[in-house]
């Protein structure tokens, strides 16, 4: 006899992953929890490569929060090793930081400004924006059009395949401009790496008698054999839909990898290539895991429009058709849809465990908070 499960949850990544520990562990629901690819953890996976060096092997990822709900949630998993990311730009032969920052432009035109004199300057060329709209208006309203072009035109053509006028301003907004010399990429309030990785935090989320898992399976064949009561969704919603209202955009990499012998090899975790070659950035992954050893891995990003879905493209065109996807998804009972993919947003990790700790309360009508916090 056939067992029945009360949830099936396509996708092991955050979005699959929290909503099957918070159902099996706090509400004793029986799960079962599949992905097509080899392994947990979706975009987030690491491993360690065949020098022993833990690299991500679809980008870096860091985390950041400023949820204090999420963070204390994840730390059930894993212990954390506090880091703050820092990340250098190529710009006219210089290496400098980005977010752009008064260090960013003393550096590159050999000036010594001061905060307040930087912000005069970014007045002076700031080109006036009555709304903004695109992520091409949010910079060249803030910083003009010269560092605009230095530091953001080219990378997001490269990433996007889309001129920055083409795309929702949240795109560039992602990237802040600055006065003093901040020089991380992010400020949230809680910025740290799983001490012993993502996938090792996975596995302690997933380790329970309620959770079965199973992998290198698509959802197309597992309904045919699996009875569950609901269904909780994490690919890409068009796909669910048999892309009945036409095809959502997903942007997607190439990932190149490199190992040298070699203990450090950029100058920051991660530099930025906006003007030269067919990559957006380099990652030296030892400098984000802390992790000490004889060799170094790098991997290059290579933007591509075929390939795994990475990321949703904030535009007006692709708006328009998720509305429908989204309306027809609301329709479904007993479906349920988290996650980048699967709400065709571009979300953080952060964002995603809020998402789907969001649902797990909709779905018990068990407050956030008590969720959340449940051991
Ligand atoms: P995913 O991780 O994509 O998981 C979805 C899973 O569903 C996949 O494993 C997929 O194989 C599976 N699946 C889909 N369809 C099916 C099907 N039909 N059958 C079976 N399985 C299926 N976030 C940060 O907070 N900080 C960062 O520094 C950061 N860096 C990033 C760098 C890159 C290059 C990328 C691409 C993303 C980055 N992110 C970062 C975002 C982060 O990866 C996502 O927020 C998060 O991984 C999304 O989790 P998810 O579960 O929604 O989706
Ligand atoms: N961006 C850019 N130049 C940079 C860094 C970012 O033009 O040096 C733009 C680009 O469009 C990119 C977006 O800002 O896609 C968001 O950058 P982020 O680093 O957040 O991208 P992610 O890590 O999500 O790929």
Not at 160 to 179: F, M, N, Q
Not at 264 to 287: G, S
Not at 336 to 355: E, K, P, S, W
Request: glycine share 4%; charged share 25%.
């Amino acid at each position: 006899m056939q067992q029945a499960y009360d949830y099936l949850i396509v996708g092991a990544g955050f979005a699959g992953s929290v909503a099957a520990e918070r159902l099996a562990r706090v509400f004793n629901k029986r799960v079962l929890l599949v992905d097509r690819r080899t392994h947990i953890g979706g975009n987030a996976f690491d491993f360690h490569d065949a020098h022993g060096v833990l690299i991500h092997k679809y980008g870096p990822h860091i985390f950041h929060t400023n949820s204090d709900e999420v963070f204390s949630y994840l730390s059930q998993f894993t212990e954390w090793r506090k880091y703050e990311h820092r990340v250098l730009a190529s710009v006219d032969g210089k290496l400098v930081p980005i977010p752009i920052n008064l260090t960013t432009i003393n550096q590159l035109y050999d000036w010594s400004l001061n905060s307040e004199e930087l912000e005069q300057y970014f007045q002076s060329v700031a080109e006036p924006v009555a709304q903004v709209r695109t992520s091409e208006d949010v910079i060249v309203g803030r910083v003009g059009r010269s560092l605009y072009e230095k530091f953001f035109r080219n990378y997001t053509r490269k990433q996007w395949a889309l001129d920055p006028s083409e795309l929702d301003a949240s795109v560039t907004s992602r990237v802040p401009v600055r006065t003093d010399t901040d020089d991380r990429y992010f400020t949230d309030r809680h910025q740290a790496m799983p001490l012993h990785g993502y996938t090792a935090m996975f596995e302690r989320m997933l380790d329970h008698p309620n959770i079965d898992i199973e992998l290198s399976v698509d959802y197309a064949d597992v309904k045919r054999r699996v009875q569950y009561r609901e269904l909780i969704f994490t690919g890409p919603v068009d796909e669910y839909f048999d892309w009945q209202f036409g095809k959502l955009e997903y942007r997607s990499l190439e990932f190149r990898f490199e190992t040298h012998h070699q203990t450090k090899v950029l100058a920051a975790a991660v530099v930025n290539y906006p003007n030269d070659h067919e990559y957006t950035r380099i990652t030296e992954y030892t400098q984000l895991t802390g992790q000490q050893h004889t060799h170094s891995t790098l991997s290059y990003e290579i933007p591509r429009a075929e390939g795994d879905p990475y990321y949703p493209v904030p535009r007006e065109a692709n708006k328009a058709i998720y509305e429908k996807y989204r309306e027809l998804a609301e329709s479904v009972p007993d479906v349920h849809f988290t996650g980048r993919l699967a709400t065709y947003r571009y979300y953080n990790m952060d964002q995603v465990v809020a998402q789907s700790l969001a649902l797990c309360t909709r779905l018990t009508g068990v407050a956030r908070s008590t969720l959340a916090a449940a051991t």
